[in-house]
């Protein structure tokens, strides 16, 4: 009985330094370290990035932690590169818009273009065929104001067309005394080309 009591105490002798050492430095520390882990949550820390940042300072937990971040990097230079490709697309359809848009404008332009020469060559012609009508006025009023002898000799020497046009033009009372001067086969041509161009005009 003896015995086992000094067996007993030897062995507490023994195995104390080691409880000791557990429970004055192991569960301390562990205690600690939840209380850091615990403070740093309350106070909005990233944990992990701070492992990171200081596991990266020793060599073998870096090397470990560096083949995480060379994926990482080579997955981002791979989205890169397929959105500088995209982007390109992009600018070769925009560029390919913008020459039609280019063409398309041209073509209004010249479309513009042909749209004043007609207005210009359109306000040429009334203006000519307004000259040609105030210059027949003119001539109609010398033809009213002449002699009938004289007048119906002019006239007959004209080409019919002409003759008709200006005799058309005269008022009745000057046309009658001028067409009394002519000639019988003279005034009775114009007096038929007259009827017909009365008749059309109808």
């Known amino acids: 009985m003896v015995a086992s009591t000094e067996e007993t105490q030897t062995e507490y002798k023994k195995s104390s330094p080691f409880q000791k050492l557990f429970s004055w430095v192991v569960i301390p520390l562990l205690i600690l370290l939840f209380l850091t882990l615990l403070a740093a949550t309350v106070m909005g820390v990233n944990v992990y990035e701070k492992a990171r940042e200081i596991g990266g300072n020793i060599p073998m937990v870096s090397s470990i932690l560096g083949n995480k971040e060379t994926v990482n990097i080579k997955d981002h230079n791979e989205a890169i590169v397929k959105l500088e490709a995209q982007i390109e697309e992009k600018n070769a359809k925009i560029n390919r818009l913008e020459r039609k848009v280019e063409e398309k404008e041209s073509e209004i332009d010249l479309l513009n273009q042909d749209k004043k020469r007609l207005e210009t060559t359109i306000e040429e012609k009334n203006q000519v065929d307004n000259d040609g009508k105030r210059e027949i ?35 009745s009372e000057p046309l009658a005394r001028i067409m009394e001067k002519m000639p019988p086969d003279k005034a009775a041509t114009y007096t038929q080309m007259l009827a017909v161009n009365t008749s059309e005009e109808r």
């Open 137 to 171: 006025k003119d001539i109609v009023a010398v033809y009213e104001t002449m002699m009938p002898k004289r007048a119906a000799s002019i006239i007959i020497e004209m080409k019919d067309n002409e003759a008709v046009n200006i005799l058309s033009k005269l008022g």
